[in-house]
């Protein structure tokens, strides 16, 4: 095969003094391509405190509007999962971002990770996983798919995901650290509280936590008592027939 040299070949950027060509998928350090260090969390005594309540009572409180889509569960065992978010954005495909995450998260975080809706590479495996439990984080939070799963089974720790494939990530970026992610149809800001149990996964701001804990407990006093009444039995539907009427139903 004949190879052309550099100085006869045409295309080459000094060939008879042209400019070199831009090139437009030159990584460039800005949105897209930036990692945040530092990120306020919530106390910890209010993390433990929101890891007290199931996952629906925690979407009641908030009026069922942040929780995230079903197809995310824990792929990997039965393990619930509370704490501050460390937020990542992938490129689809790359993971590069991922293991950026595992020095800048602290103990006790779990890593959110926005894949821009891939459904083609994972974006963690066993090794990844190994290495986060050894740093104390608590989980991942998955939009999107992960990998080796008989090894994650045996860490133990929680991998909430879309699903499993054996297709391998790269790990050139670009990708974000820690700024607001989508993730299962939520907006998650780095920080805010996340929760996930075999029910799925909630979404509490980290600025509303504390109010959010007080509400949660005055519904679990109220919550208690009538659980207790239809276990035994006591128990009446009338306010069915209230809303129906009030919503003028039409009864034959």
Known sequence: MNVVPAKFNLSHPSAQGATAKPKSAELTPGPGFRIRLDIPRPPRQIIDMMGEFETPDISDTLNRMYTM???????????????????????PGDNLMVHKALDVAKPGDVIVIDTSGSQHNAVLGDLVTTKAKHRGIAGFIVDGLVRDLPALREI???????GV???GPLHRGP??????????GIV??????????QCGIVVVRREV???TLARLGAFRARLQQYVADVKAGRFSNEWVDR???????LVE
């Open 165 to 167: 494939t054996p297709f």
């Open 69 to 91: 889509g079903p197809e995310i569960r824990n792929v990997a065992n039965d393990m619930a999962v509370v704490g501050p978010a460390c937020t990542v954005k992938v490129f």
């Open 175 to 184: 990708g974000e650290l820690n700024y607001p992610i989508s993730c299962g």
């Open 209 to 211: 936590a504390e109010d």
């Open 243 to 249: 809303q129906l009427a009030g919503d003028c139903c």
């Open 156 to 162: 133990g720790l929680p991998v909430f995901a879309r």
């Open 188 to 197: 998650v800001n780095p920080g805010d509280i996340v929760a996930g149990d």
